[in-house]
């Protein structure tokens, strides 16, 4: 049975099996987690990763999916990254919320300044995957959700990543968003985050709710996808079973705000699961500090409800259409 979070917002049973890393973890770079394989023929460098937060461990199915196949890249090289080796450890299905890091957000350190600095366990994982993320043209980042079921393609504001997400064909919501006050995420680091477009291509995939079973297939699916893109494998090398259909069509959502808890008193109005598309401006969707949190603007959709307040996290993002359907 599940249990009510720090939100308000009940957790969902963890269902999900917990992989055995035992043999992906030795890697064969001397990088521990680290696979690389070079085709040896011209091409991008494409990185997957997962495991960035211990308790999202559909990517690391994903990339057990990869490994086990014997996939090679027939150009360029293929890079597969077990980030958060640390966190996976610590995980318990009954308390998955504890797991997502030791120290502090592997997701919010990806800054010159933060890497410089070992002082917490994820500034010191992230500057051995650093080279890398250096070497990588191309980046897949596999996640999931706290709360949120459905899958979100989190492309960042850049256009070429926007219109790869659309290439892709999956997941049918692309959220356009600028990333977080809290710190720099690995999609966004260095090249990944220039205005310009200089040939690199980044996404971070949310695969749906954590414990899901389904999180896994969605990782997969848009593992053979990015791969498939990137030019690095053709789709015919790749198993028939990793390709999920193709969603019926893609919508492409910008964020415009990202609600922060001012303190460990915040609590959402009612229990929202995500993507709810509410018609007013000025509905209460949320209390922070005893003050109540509205939409700005009407038909105002709601994007990650999270479900442990941490003050001057980010705790649920506000978006709108870019355009029509695609």
């Not at 043999?23 to 011209?42: K, L």
């Not at 209460?284 to 109540?292: K, N, T």
Request: glycine share 8%; aromatic share 8%; proline share 6%.
């Amino acid at each position: 049975m599940s249990t009510a979070s720090s939100t308000g917002i009940p957790l969902r049973p963890f269902e999900l099996a917990h992989p055995d890393l035992n043999v992906e973890r030795a890697g064969n770079t001397g990088t521990e987690g680290v696979w690389h394989f070079d085709s040896g023929q011209p091409g991008p460098t494409v990185m997957i990763t997962a495991l960035i937060h211990g308790n999202e461990l559909c990517g690391a199915w994903a990339l057990k999916d990869v490994l086990a196949a014997g996939l090679r890249p027939q150009r360029g090289a293929l890079t597969l990254a077990f980030c958060n080796l640390a966190a996976f450890d610590r995980f318990d299905a009954a308390a998955y919320t504890d797991s997502r890091f030791v120290d502090e957000d592997m997701n919010r350190v990806w800054s010159d300044d933060k890497l410089a600095d070992s002082s917490t366990q994820e500034r010191r994982r992230a500057a051995q995957l650093l080279p890398w993320v250096k070497k990588a043209d191309w980046l897949l980042d596999i996640h999931s959700m706290s709360n949120s079921t459905v899958p979100l393609q989190m492309s960042g504001v850049h256009q070429h990543n926007i219109d790869l997400a659309l290439t892709l064909g999956n997941p049918a919501h692309i959220i356009a968003d600028a990333g977080h006050a809290a710190g720099v995420r690995m999609r966004d680091y260095g090249r990944f985050g220039a205005e310009q477009d200089n040939g690199s291509r980044s996404l971070l995939i949310e695969c749906g709710f954590h414990g899901a079973p389904s999180a896994h297939q969605v990782a997969t699916d848009q593992v053979a996808r990015f791969l498939v893109a990137s030019g690095i494998v053709e789709a015919a090398r790749l198993p028939g079973s990793w390709f999920a259909p193709t969603a019926p069509s893609q919508e492409a959502l910008r964020v415009t705000h990202a609600i922060a808890a001012k303190s460990t008193d915040f609590r959402f109005s009612q229990h929202w699961k995500g993507l709810e598309k509410l018609p007013h401006a000025g509905t209460v969707i949320a209390w922070s500090d005893g003050e109540a949190v509205t939409t700005p603007y009407d038909d105002c959709v709601l994007i990650m409800p999270a479900v442990t307040v941490r003050p001057g996290v980010t705790m649920l993002r506000l978006a709108q259409p870019i355009a029509q359907r695609i």
